[in-house]
């Protein structure tokens, strides 16, 4: 993945907030942390911890914060700016569309797309795609291997990644993000025990994203019972998640990978969910909550408030309860001491 | 999702055991809970505790039970039946099959069939779909994107979903639903450490599983390292849950979302598993037990008995001690306040 | 999978480490434990806990180690050898081959390559596999329904199984296994929150197998941010693990099923990763250390140590506090008892 990429092109998407101090001839190669940055790297200070760092980084072009005073070395070039970590996102952005071009809009040739389905003109459909019977699809693209359902939609702006299958009826927003392998629209998981086995409950609802949420590679997102699986504005979802049917997930969320949130739970907007927590099924989760990773939430959890721990209690408890159980062992000695002692003493007798 | 369903049609599924009363001339265009459902809407008492909640609802047409006495309002349509839940799913199965009626049987023209690979006449390949040498497929639903594996065999009945994995020589039963992307017959993981390196255990069983197995989203399931890993009649697993080489599931488990389950254990009838718990390897689990979300199984399971906990211990020891755990830190400080009276009482000497 | 497998094979594969003591004129139709074969079938004496059962076992040709004195009933064949259970891995290795005959060298016609990838003669592309522009691929067996991105490399002797996502610029070394469904080079789970809502950061890095890696089914290993996520050489990683961005893993390490890695975390070589167990971000596990299943790593982890819990702390300190926890009851108990005894003792004044 070697890059060539000049100031230049630097100086031009930073554009007038940036303050240029020394020089710097040659192109970037590539980009690094300020201890692992090589000549010819670009870099960056984005957190004042790593400040001291500047200096001994070998990075020939450096993103730092205005206030940063000391000068660069010779041939050495810092670019001063008022959000180092905002600034290396957009040239990244340059750089990721340098290397992955958007595919030009069409149907490749091995791709089906049923006879009664709609396929934007401005659609990118890669090798290997099924578009199943009344599907709508926007300007989108999808990648090689996606599987798109019985009236299913995808609306413009959507980025459909290698192997997802978005099921019968569902609907995908605008600006989604779906990475490679995830599936939209899975039955969700409903038995009723009858006649001595466990009777599948149909699973006659969908599942609807909101505009520019992310679902990461080999989540799951179960359709509805009835009515819809919703997944609200903005919503970023990591890797391996598995969302029960019936879920409500709040606008601007951010759930962390291998999470499980279970049926009918509603979660508000601005939820974060640490990675490889649970929760269990017909809870609320107010706006603002904040779930550590690996927490067991088995009931409901106010707005704002932090929880941790299996199962979940308030943050600052779980922290003092961490603490004191490494003391258990001493506590049990200092009781059986304490008894003996008390046995010793002279009672009132 | 709109629908457009009569009474007419939900009398004729639920026959003579509902009683009709009051009435409504619409037609339903959608299923809601009692509380969401708007006029137009079929809803449901199927839980007592929201008894209450029947009064207000605005939906159309409720499924209650017998007992149930008040009456409707105008235009609403009250069906009185011995199990509600139930009724709601028969007509949930109805709509099911017009909203996604059973694909004709046939080769999908993009389909590549091996040569010496068997698919009955009453069988439905989907689009790119690949069927290796040798196996053998019944009167089976394949949707699209499936790969079927050497000397595979797929029953009567069975449907699998989109881009699922069969991998050689397993065995899927009849009137198994394989939801997308689950992968069944993937490498088991062993090896044996020698000559400075993890050499791999070649893996030479396959996975069989028996009738009405249900296999979520994203699921995977090793084969054997020899012999078989085997799934008991109507056992359903959600998604993402990881069943590893050997183990042995009984009959009528439920085994919820991202469970994991080591090599070599084996679980009797019945059993319950509840989401993100883990189970070690070479371990007993008897029938009917049943293991709370989250749990981490490192001992055998007794028949029937019920555990939770990190690691496992009986449920109610677990919530006795979640309870006392809280209670830690004002132990700590009665522990001290206990030592420094004891300290300023008259010893004995 | 019915066997017939002759002891003549056998031999042939064992060569001169073997004693035969006995005799078995059959072929070998199965292969089992100790306690489950049948006659016909293969069995073995891997772990010398099972000794007892070798007497009883019913199989006809036994493994046995060189120490073990008993003699074979008649009909049974002992092979004596230093090393039973990887004697047995070589002939599992010469059946699976039997059962698993490499595909032969070509593209299936199905396949779509890029104009501008190379993919060399010796290598087996199978069905519906796509390969992007300016991909390499070397002397390596793919699968069907392979996705191949932009510039991604897959070196000699590499087996990627079917419905593999290797993402653009990704690189996969020698002899890698990449198992059913998983994901290689999915994008990094990279926010910053600006302007009221997630912003994406670009992911711009790649990821860089060894050789000698093994990866799981649908596991998923995010690109980095920038630079390389990087799995050292004979790393083996089990089914459904999340590996996130510019993780580093170093060599020979085992990460069982279901393990989450947060981004910027490295382990040191020889790591063992219990499943289920979660590692927050930047974080430094030393070579040789031992994370049981289950546990959640929040801070670093010292070389060859051992560690286990919610959060991690040193293993032998965990299963004391385990033990203690379930006495938690009983202290509340000996407690409060305890403060009316002093309460009624005589004090001071």
Redesign the interface.
């Known amino acids: ?1 070697a890059l060539a990429y000049t100031t230049t092109r630097i100086l031009e998407i930073l554009g007038d907030d940036c303050a240029a101090v020394g020089a710097y001839e040659g192109t970037i190669q ?3 942390s300020l201890s ?1 940055a090589q000549a010819g790297d670009l870099s960056f200070l984005g957190n004042p911890k790593y400040r001291a760092s500047v200096a001994d980084s070998q990075a020939s072009v450096l993103l730092v914060p205005q206030d940063y005073d000391a000068a660069p070395k010779s041939g050495q070039l810092f670019l001063k700016l008022e959000n180092p ?2 600034a290396l ?1 957009l040239i ?2 340059d ?2 569309l340098s ?2 071009p958007k595919p030009a809009a069409g149907i ?1 040739p ?1 791709a ?1 797309i049923e006879p009664d389905a709609e396929v934007s003109s401005e659609a990118s459909i ?3 795609c ?1 578009i199943g019977p009344g599907a709508k699809i926007g300007a989108a693209t999808l ?3 996606v ?1 798109v ?3 299913a939609q995808i609306k413009d702006g959507a980025l459909i ?3 997802v ?1 978005v ?3 569902c609907v995908i927003g605008e600006r989604n ?1 779906l ?3 995830c ?1 939209i629209g ?2 969700g ?1 409903g ?2 025990y ?1 006649d ?11 599942v609807v994203t909101a505009a ?1 949420v ?1 679902v ?3 989540t ?1 997102i ?1 359709r509805a ?4 699986t919703q997944i609200g504005a ?1 919503t ?1 979802i ?3 998640v ?1 969302i ?1 049917h019936n879920v409500r997930v709040g606008q ?1 969320c ?1 759930i ?3 999470v ?1 949130i ?1 049926g009918s739970t509603t979660l508000g907007d601005g939820v974060i969910v640490g ?2 927590a ?1 929760l ?1 099924g017909h809870l609320k989760v107010g706006s603002g909550a904040m779930i550590a ?2 927490t ?1 939430v088995v009931s409901d959890i106010e707005a704002q408030s932090k929880v941790r ?3 979940a ?1 308030p943050m600052m ?1 779980f922290n ?3 603490v ?6 001493d ?2 000695k ?2 059986d001491q ?2 003996k ?2 046995k ?5 007798s």
Chains 1, 2, 3 share one sequence.
């Open positions: 993945m590539g980009i690094a692992e970590s905002f996102a990244c952005r750089i990721e290397l992955l490749h091995t089906v890669g090798a290997f099924y990648s090689s291997h599987s359902g019985r009236s990644a290698s192997r299958s099921g019968d009826y993000r990475l490679p392998g599936v899975s039955d998981y038995y009723e009858f001595g086995a466990h009777q599948r409950v149909p699973q006659i609802g969908n520019d992310d990461g590679a080999n799951t179960d019972r009835f009515g819809s903005g970023k990591d890797n391996q598995q029960a601007h951010l962390v990978a291998q499980g279970s990675g490889q649970g269990a990773g690996g067991a721990g299996y199962p209690m408890l003092r309860m961490a004191l159980q490494r003391k258990l062992p506590l049990f200092r009781f304490l008894e002692t008390v010793s003493l002279p009672s009132e």
